[in-house]
């Protein structure tokens, strides 16, 4: 099985990129073909600044290769190193409904705070299915915000499929059952977002800082540590991420905190943090140090990826007549 999936290198990564998207892709790399990328044309489409970006799209390698994407086994590249995805992205747009992309919830959202988005980010899941068909991916690991993109990444597909014959297998969603939409800890209604820095706890967060965020964050008036979507959706989350970097199902937490307020239940889980998100640190911390090995990492996977890109750029060339 191939899989396909991609982060935007728009910063630091947060704790719910890693539950619902990279926890998935280390665990993926063992039984499948995995190749993952740093998706920097994804991250222009919104107004940026191109002396961070660069620096970011190192980073992003940093933070992939320290949560264990091992590039023995997976191909780790830069989007726009391969050009053939903009090639596919600009053929497969005239097999896109425009009105499916204006009915994307990510452009809606994003263009409401934009007020002058550009064609880019309305054009941009038309890149995300070049990223996936382009590798002929079957499956694709993200979080539950991505699904809507990967529904029209089908639609796309069989579009394709349909006009100029067999090509693209159509590509399924992997999300994790839970983990899958980690919530703000300082609004518990809206998603962990890297636009929105001020809820976010990332991977490589200092123990001080994973302390304080965790205890102020925002949960219920009541006293009872209980998983509760509805009445308790601060809990409920906090509950969902001590159980996923502890290993210890929700039950069992609830249980063992029966007795507990928020307070202790929220030390605790800072102490979770703490252990659990160490190696991260370590990880990455050495990673800095070996830029060159980085940089070369990127190279050989681009090579890698070059060769598979090339030869579905040659098939969908000659199937559209332009060969
Ligand atoms: P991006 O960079 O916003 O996010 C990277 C991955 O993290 C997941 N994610 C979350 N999962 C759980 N809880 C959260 N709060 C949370 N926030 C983010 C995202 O779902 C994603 O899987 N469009 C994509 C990048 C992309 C891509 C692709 C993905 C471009 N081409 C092809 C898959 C396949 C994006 O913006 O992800």
């Known amino acids: 099985m191939r899989i396909f999936s991609g982060i935007q290198p728009t910063g630091q990564i947060h704790i719910g990129n890693y539950l619902g998207a990279i926890s998935q892709f280390v665990q993926l790399q063992e039984k499948a073909e995995c190749i993952f990328s740093i998706v920097d044309l994804h991250a222009i489409t919104v107004p940026y600044n191109p002396q961070e970006l660069s620096k970011n799209i190192f980073d992003a390698a940093v933070c992939y290769l320290a949560s264990g994407i091992d590039p023995e086994k997976s191909i780790l590249f830069v989007q726009s190193w391969i050009k053939e995805h903009t090639e596919l992205a600009w053929l497969l747009s005239t097999v896109t409904p425009t009105g499916d992309l204006l009915r994307m919830t990510q452009y809606k959202e994003k263009s409401k705070q934009l007020r002058d988005a550009k064609a880019g980010l309305l054009n941009y899941p038309i890149l995300m299915a070049s990223d996936i068909l382009l590798y002929k991916a079957e499956a694709v690991p993200v979080g539950q915000d991505q699904k809507q993109h990967l529904e029209l990444t089908r639609t796309v597909a069989k579009a394709f499929n349909s006009r100029f014959g067999e090509t ?141 890109a090339a030869s579905t750029m040659a098939e969908v060339r000659q199937k559209m007549g332009l060969a």
Do not use: H, W
């Open 168 to 308: 693209f297998p159509v590509p399924r969603v992997i999300l994790r059952e839970s983990g899958d939409k980690i919530m703000a800890l300082n609004n518990p209604k809206k998603k962990m977002s890297k636009t929105a820095p001020s809820g976010c706890l990332y991977l490589f967060e200092e123990p001080e800082a994973i302390k304080k965020k965790v205890m102020a964050s925002v949960t219920d008036s009541g006293k009872k540590v209980k998983y509760d979507l509805e009445k308790k959706p601060g809990i409920s989350n906090l509950l969902t991420i001590y159980s996923l970097f502890s290993g210890k199902p929700i039950k069992e937490l609830e249980k063992k905190f029966k007795n507990s307020n928020y307070s202790s239940f929220k030390k605790s889980l800072a102490e979770q943090l703490i252990v659990s998100l160490e190696p991260f640190r370590r990880k990455k911390k050495e990673l800095l140090t070996r830029e060159v090995y980085v940089r070369e990492v990127l190279r050989q996977g681009a090579k890698r990826a070059k060769v598979i």
